[in-house]
């Protein structure tokens, strides 16, 4: 008899475990829910309607809830639709059991769906000001998303969006096309957050582990890292289109850009900070239009930067800082020594901080009979500023342990003429050994 109870015991308890497993794999076809499930999804707006196939209940041990499920959706207001893979409406067993029926969570699958059938889809919706500038700019691209909407909290009904952009083409404002561009996304409590993004913008590849964008009513702040390879133009429309001529078009800087933008609702924008580290490794600089022949022996027409950074901050302010430090040299054969430069930019006044160490250039000033030979310690410091037609020479040190060059507050107009100075002080060796 116990033997015969076992059996039973054990026969029913494989008969419920593959019970569970069937309901929780394949579900039990039924249409009591059909209207459930349209009445959950279409009562926010009357002229929303779905075409709905069969549906299946099914057992979520992990939610410990039942499902009603449904595949292959589509959902349709006026003549706008969106392809849906699947659709989850999580009932509680407790709630299923009174007959209560309260929902416990939606979860909708969407199919690829195009970018621009979304955003049509969207505006119809709800007439929106940045979805109607979106359409506008975006030009090719799909998208396929997760919804969840959580009604477990009892103060508010809780929305998560989350899916991926593939291949999406922008053109900003008529003038800039940013192409290629794919992403994860994920939305929650007007919060977004973009990972692994990568996208193509003037032929320079752009990617980014993660970017913040947070929503309200009027503003659109996004923040995040860049990292990219920046090639001559796009620096030149950065700092200076004059860049190019002192620059291989062919050179690309490895660059990690930290950037803040807010746009307002038309995606405007209305603020913006950027700050760039580039890599100066292996860089000839052209320097042709500047004649140091008659100054520094052996100079070729170029400067070649190593081991080192271009620093570049620049916000909507029309601030401009750029800070070098790095290792250069005239030609190749040199040892490289240090140079730095800080430099900014703001409201037409531009400020200058120099340091160059010479100490591997015979340095030659025929004009007062000076010459510096290689391997003895000599440095280049100055200040200087430039506002308008003058340019002002604050302070400048040409020195080594006996030799000391001194001028403060030349002041130059245009046409490179003296208009004033405080100092000008030498005190140093001739080519004789004679002390000045």
Known sequence: MIKFLFRISVFLIIIILLLIAYLSSYGLKTNKFNELIKTQIVKQDDRLSVNLNDVFIKFNIKERSFSLNSKNIDFIILNESQKIANVDILISLSSLIKRENKLKRIIINSKKNEIKDLLKFIRVYKINIPILYLEKSITKGDIVYDIIVDFSNKKFNQVKISGKLINIGINILGKENLENINFDFEYINQELEIRDLELDYKKIKFESEKIIAKLDDNLINIGGVFKNDLNLNLLSNIIDPNIKNFIDEQILLPTKSIFNITFDKKLKIRDYNLQSELILENLNINLSNINLKNYIANYENKILLNNGKLILNINKNKKLEIKINSKFAFNENQTPKNISLDYNFLEKFESYKFNIDLSENNVLI???????????????????????NFFKLNNLNLFNNKNNFIIKNLILEKNLKIYDFDLIEANYYNKTGFLN
């Open 366 to 388: 025929n004009e007062i009979d000076f010459n510096k030979k290689k391997g003895e310690k000599f440095e280049l410091n100055f200040t200087a500023s430039k506002k308008e």
